[in-house]
């Protein structure tokens, strides 16, 4: 327990950054399971061609502001438990043009994800790489379609900075000047060492011994089995699942004026988008649990929560760095799920006083301190008593603009490798007014008609909770 409340010094120079603990289970936990945590973000752009040499331009002006991007991979020299990133002034990011025609602009990248996601990331490789899609007949169409996709492992970025780069590479992408994002930075502060920072070592021991106390809490508690997403009937153990599946994913998205419409719903309920979002996946999930001989079984329901903004003093969005915890499961009955527009509300209003008193509670930067052990863990055979009934992570409300220069963005979504997540899994992002909801399951364990329906139950949820 002691590391927890130390501090410590980790970087050896400006040009190697020892890895922390995290960013150690991290890479460990993506090396054994086939790139599993890896995560990205696709920009649809509608505009003029973008060549090859264009992109290579913006990205190696990209490299520079952001020290992880321009770093390989190393094996640290003396601790055979640990990693390093080292800078390489000269490393390019691979980036791959894959042509496609253009009425395919919307799934080809998600028939491409699941062939190349198990890719391995080994000792000296880069910590990010690129697609870019287009028609090469629509080289000429100032108005063509086309697709960057910006994919970062997980060890040195989070949804809320990932995207932030994402955000920067078209600002430089389209930039005339050479004056965009010039200013480099620095590396990051650790999430370790950001939360050291900001509790003194008594609030440290008081926040983890209530969060310590909460969880014993809710286990107590939750005396009913934990209900499950049905898996089909394969022939393989869970614990090969990374070897046998590939993760399938499947978009939602409300509209502008839809979102508006959500939004001051939201607002008049004092609720948040993620909690109506989450009573709505709720009510839907409860709906595919198989209840045996009329026994009650309890939802577990996880979130990823951001530390950055709770930190003392905030970090800031443009450091790309993992800063990625949680909180105490939500739970509920499958029998006390929300039938009616009345009880989505309603529940959407429990679900909102459970994350503020877990946030009030400072459970986000008391789970940051052992993220770590927890990743460690989970490099263990899969225990079929910690699998939740699904997980759940919010990215907000992300910087991007609608339109950089020639190019406008008319959307963005988010993607992750589940290989290793015996249970759905949704991110929940708004892009210019847009709410996007990404669904994701590991299949064939879990089937792809059961992603199918969740996503699509959801947003007649979200209808039915907008229009009432």
Request: charge should be neutral; proline fraction near 7%; hydrophobic fraction near 40%.
């Amino acid at each position: 327990m002691a590391r927890y409340f130390r501090k410590r010094a980790f970087d050896t120079s400006p040009e190697k950054h020892v890895c922390t603990s995290t960013e150690n289970a991290l890479i460990k936990l993506t090396q054994r399971f086939h790139g599993v945590s890896r995560l990205g973000e696709v920009l649809y752009l509608q505009g003029p061609y973008i060549s090859l040499e264009q992109l290579n331009a913006a990205v190696a002006r990209l490299q520079r502001r952001h020290p992880a991007l321009r770093s390989r991979l190393r094996a640290h020299p003396t601790n055979r438990d640990c990693f390093m990133f080292e800078e390489d002034e000269k490393l390019q990011l691979p980036i791959e043009e894959l042509p496609r025609k253009r009425e395919e602009r919307n799934h080809f990248w998600l028939q491409e994800w699941p062939r190349r996601e198990k890719d391995p990331i080994n000792i000296g490789d880069p910590m990010a790489k690129l697609w870019l899609l287009q028609d090469p007949n629509d080289k000429d169409d100032p108005n063509g379609f086309r697709e960057v996709v910006l994919m970062c492992e997980h060890c040195i970025s989070d949804g809320q900075s990932m995207s932030n780069a994402a955000h920067e590479l078209l600002q430089i992408l389209s930039d005339n000047t050479g004056h965009a994002c010039e200013q480099p930075l620095p590396w990051g502060i650790s999430m370790e060492a950001a939360i050291r920072n900001s509790l003194s070592v008594v609030n440290r021991i008081l926040t983890l011994s209530r969060f310590f106390f909460s969880t014993i809490h809710t286990l107590i508690a939750n005396r009913l089995p934990v209900a499950r997403v049905p898996f089909a009937e394969v022939d393989f153990d869970i614990n090969e699942m990374d070897h046998y599946c590939h993760t399938e994913i499947i978009h939602g998205v409300l509209s502008k004026e839809m979102t508006a419409k959500l939004l001051v719903k939201c607002r008049q309920n004092g609720v948040t988008v993620t909690s109506a979002v989450t009573s709505a996946i709720l009510a839907i999930t409860a709906t595919l649990i198989q209840v045996r001989d009329g026994r009650d079984a309890t939802m577990i329901f996880t979130l990823s929560a951001d530390t950055r903004r709770r930190c003392m003093p905030p970090v800031p969005n443009h450091d790309l760095a993992y800063h990625a915890s949680g909180i105490v499961p939500f739970s509920l009955p499958v029998s006390a799920a929300p039938k009616t527009p009345e009880d989505l509300w309603q529940l959407a209003h429990t679900y909102s006083r459970h994350t503020n008193a877990c946030v009030n509670a400072g459970q986000i930067l008391a789970c940051g301190l052992f993220t770590a052990k927890v990743y460690e863990m989970s490099l263990s055979p899969i225990r079929a008593a910690y699998i939740p009934t699904f997980g759940t992570s919010s990215w907000g409300v992300l910087p991007f603009v609608e339109q950089y220069g020639p190019w406008q963005l008319i959307g963005a979504t988010p993607f992750f490798n589940l290989l290793r997540a015996p249970f759905p899994f949704t991110i929940v992002q708004t892009v210019n007014g847009v709410l996007t909801m990404m669904f994701g399951i590991a299949c064939p364990l879990i089937p792809a008609s059961t992603l199918m329906t969740i996503r699509n139950r959801c947003m007649d949820t979200l209808q039915q909770m907008i229009d009432n």
